[in-house]
């Protein structure tokens, strides 16, 4: 059985939108036999990486810190992929930047040169064969992920694993809508879910489903702009 770690940096934890999306995408998993472990960055009592790099030199693979991480780190190892999902900030929240962080004593500490830069890998008992990227963001255009999407993939890269892919839904509040395109983009969401599991891939098809425009740009800036006026105007009456 395939064995996956979600984590899901969402500050507004089950009730956001990343938890909206991911939970299709997770669906897809289950229905291929997954075992799918969730938990919430924010839920988590983690304090941020120290720097001492204990992990590295005193006790490899072995973190001083006692928190929440220490229950997190062998179901970490035991994983078969790492599902990272957050809303983008700049580019992350807090609190999976901290998990992310304290990821280093799942590294072993040897480096080598590939292709002109350092990198390490997991340690031999850390299963993690693959981490993928499920993000959400409010704007319209996917470029927003660029920046994020580099990010998990430079520390795929840290720890010589494979970048499964990113499932990426931008102006993802509109999957709050039911309409045909919202029901597309899940039901894409589920196959892809699926299709990782079952077969080790992403499809790019199902993906670009899965980020496709869900209106206009020229819509999407007058709804936003719709709404705000209206939340200015209740407030306004609300200070009467």
Request: include cysteine.
């Amino acid at each position: 059985m395939v064995k996956i770690i979600v984590i899901n940096g969402s500050a507004r934890m089950d009730k956001g939108n990343t938890a909206l999306v991911l939970e299709s995408f997770l669906d897809g998993m289950k229905q291929a036999g997954a075992s799918v472990e969730l938990f919430y960055a924010r839920g988590l009592n983690v304090k941020p990486c120290t720097g001492e790099l204990y992990c590295w030199h005193e006790r490899p693979g072995r973190c001083y810190i006692e928190d929440d991480m220490q229950k997190l780190y062998p179901k970490l190892r035991q994983a078969d992929i790492l599902v990272l999902a957050t809303p983008v900030y700049l580019p992350l929240p807090g609190e999976i930047q901290n998990v992310v962080n304290r990821l280093c004593p799942l590294i072993e500490p040897i480096l080598k040169s590939k292709n002109g830069r350092t990198r390490a890998k997991f340690h031999n008992e850390v299963n993690i064969r693959k981490i993928v990227l499920v993000s959400v963001c409010g704007w319209w255009e996917t470029g927003n992920f660029d920046t994020l999407v580099r990010v998990i993939q430079e520390i795929a890269k840290d720890v010589n694993c494979e970048f499964a892919g990113a499932v990426l839904r931008p102006h993802a509040y509109l999957m709050r809508r039911e309409t045909e395109k919202t029901r597309e983009v899940t039901n894409a969401l589920k196959e892809v879910g699926f299709e990782l599991v079952k077969h080790g891939t992403m499809p790019q098809d199902l993906l670009e489903t899965i980020r496709q425009p869900l209106i206009s740009e020229e819509e999407y800036r007058q709804d936003l702009t719709s709404e705000y006026l209206e939340n200015k105007k209740n407030n306004s009456s609300g200070l009467n």
